[in-house]
């Protein structure tokens, strides 16, 4: 059922009341189940979890609480920073907004849901009467949130919007049209960090309509799935746990949303991008039993990839779902959360808060070189093409690591020097340099690879503050002698003051699905891809300055044994 129809201007217009102050949380935070252990689920390029589930809300401001305000009281609440920041769009209105940006360039990710009509009809949005606005988005997007992938929800819900009678202008054919056309406009004037979600109701009284499937924009134009059940005690007895909420359904007429969308949509990853639980009358455990079931529950559904919770005090039928509407629930939220796995979202990783308006900032360290940002790309082909940070400048140092599934070599775009080549059976890595260009930032890296499609791990990445004629005073890589899970790092001698000491680790083989971070680095990027003779791949650095000595042999550690890795360590000279 809907819990969130037509009420997004009103959220927006709280959410500007309360400034743009980034909050730090980190203690009020902290988790001691997990606070002491380092991230080990990674994400794919399409934020997809290599192990649990994404966790995160849409939070309903109290009082004179802004979008922001809300959210980080919300964390406070549950003792956890939130994976994912949901929040509505429509119209003609800019996203994401400051306080939005803030909040990503402080370690979440966006979960963003737009109905770009703006009083017109699906049918005149596919036939480009948007065109004008669509293209500002896009342009927006492009300037001041290019460099961090991000969910975009197309018109969420609308299944209760639809007009069958042809002419309406709001069949199911007319959303289809739409959301590719947005998709379209979107793509092709240079938005790609959006991950797009078509997110359904999942209602039955819906989905055995014949129109049903019309609804779908096709499997190129959808990255996820979601949709939006409620526990609503009060409403035709819909009192079930968490399989109940997964599969809400009457009769063998229809199997419930997650049935559907697995029969349907089988390589889809699939989030409850709205879900709450409402209190059940005479029953004040009922709630809190619910949250506390559903870790257990979820090997039973290994395509639910992200729960996003609709914190609202008066919720449609489903009244009050807050999470915090008695002790006993708001307790039982918390050790839901605190039993569930904890992927790292962000692709492009920047630990610092940051201004409104960018995307990424160098983090602070006592190094006179200091990490500016980096983005990734996972992709099987014979091409490849990365993307320079978007907040590169003219002077800084560019670093691209490339760990292929090949032996064969790469050649390198025109510009770079490399400075580094190892390889081990089937597996290549190369780093290439680059001095950046006032016109770099943003711009596109094409790298040729051999004919035949290759898998490849791609990361670039840009340092400010490094000696602008010779930055790299060290590049030394090390291969895997044997079939192992630990790899490590060659210990490099520091010649100079002040230097960042950077580390990479690549393997390739089948199963490896996440890496964890060692102690005294900084993780910045990790790529983790799929299939069989997948490529993964983590950078880190050592956050500051190190001493003029050698430095010492990092280890991470991969889930999956390897015989394939590569590592690398590279210094960088401060000027």
Not at 259 to 287: C, Q, R, V
Not at 332 to 340: D, G, N
Request: proline content about 5%; glycine content about 8%.
């Amino acid at each position: 059922m809907s819990m969130s129809k037509y009420w997004f201007r009103r959220l927006r217009n709280l959410a500007l009341m309360g400034g743009l102050v980034v909050v730090l949380l980190a203690s009020a935070l902290s988790n001691p189940s997990r606070a002491s252990a380092a991230p080990t689920c990674g994400t794919s390029g399409r934020l997809v979890p290599s192990c649990g589930v994404l966790t995160g809300a849409l939070v309903w401001p109290r009082s004179d609480e802004s979008g922001q305000s809300a959210f980080l009281r919300f964390e406070r609440q549950v003792g956890e920073k939130q994976q994912l920041v949901h929040y509505y769009h429509s119209g003609t209105e800019l996203f994401p907004t400051d306080w939005e940006i803030a909040m990503a360039n402080s370690g979440r990710t966006l979960l963003l849901s737009w109905k770009p009509e703006d009083g017109h009809t699906w049918a005149q949005v596919a036939a480009g009467k948007a065109d004008d606005y669509i293209d500002r988005e896009a342009e927006y997007l492009r300037n001041h949130f290019a460099d961090q992938k991000f969910f975009l929800v197309i018109h969420h819900e609308p299944e209760d919007e639809v007009q069958s009678k042809s002419g309406s202008g709001y069949t199911a054919a007319d959303y289809r049209n739409m959301y590719r056309h947005v998709v379209d406009r979107l793509r092709s004037h240079g938005v790609d960090n959006a991950v797009f979600v078509m997110c359904y109701m999942g209602a039955q009284v819906y989905a055995t309509k014949a129109w049903f499937d019309d609804l779908w924009p096709g499997s190129e134009y959808v990255d996820w799935i979601g949709y939006d059940p409620y526990a609503t005690p009060s409403l035709n007895g819909q009192t079930g746990g968490f399989s109940w909420l997964m599969n809400e359904h009457w009769g063998d007429q229809f199997g419930g949303m997650y049935h559907w969308i697995t029969k349907n949509h089988p390589n889809k990853p699939i989030m409850l991008a709205e879900w709450g639980i409402g209190e059940k009358p005479g029953d004040p455990s009922y709630k809190a039993d619910v949250f506390r079931s559903i870790p257990s529950h979820l090997t039973d559904y290994p395509a639910l990839k992200a729960l996003v919770y609709f914190d609202k005090p008066q919720a449609d039928v489903a009244g009050d779902v807050q999470v915090d509407t008695s002790p006993t629930s708001l307790t039982a939220y918390r050790s839901m959360l605190a039993q569930l796995d904890d992927p790292t979202v962000a692709d492009e990783p920047s630990k610092a808060g940051s201004s409104a308006g960018t995307a990424t900032k160098p983090a602070k360290s006592s190094s006179g070189v200091k990490f500016v940002g980096a983005t990734t790309l996972s992709r099987n082909s014979h091409k490849f093409t990365a993307k320079v940070p978007n907040r590169t400048k003219r002077g800084d140092t560019l670093l691209m690591f490339v760990a292929q599934g090949i032996r064969q070599p790469i050649r390198g775009p025109k510009g770079w020097a490399r400075i580094g080549k190892l390889s081990t059976h089937k597996h290549l890595t190369t780093i290439w340099r680059k001095s950046a260009t006032s016109t770099d930032a943003g711009s596109k890296v094409t790298v040729d690879g051999p004919r035949k499609f290759s898998k490849a791990a791609i990361t670039v990445a840009a340092y400010r503050g490094a000696f602008r004629t010779a930055p790299v005073t060290a590049v030394v890589g090390k291969k895997e002698k044997k079939d192992a899970a630990a790899h490590s790092t060659p210990a490099v001698k520091v010649a100079h003051k002040n230097a960042l000491a950077v580390s990479f680790w690549s393997d390739k083989n089948n199963a490896t699905t996440r890496w964890s971070t060692p102690s005294g680095a900084v993780r910045r990027a990790l790529v983790v891809g799929s299939g069989n003779g997948r490529v993964s791949s983590m950078l880190a650095d050592s956050g500051h300055g190190v001493r003029v000595k050698t430095y010492k042999s990092l280890t991470a550690r991969a889930d999956k044994k390897s015989a394939t890795a590569t590592m690398w360590t590279v210094i960088l000279r401060s000027k």
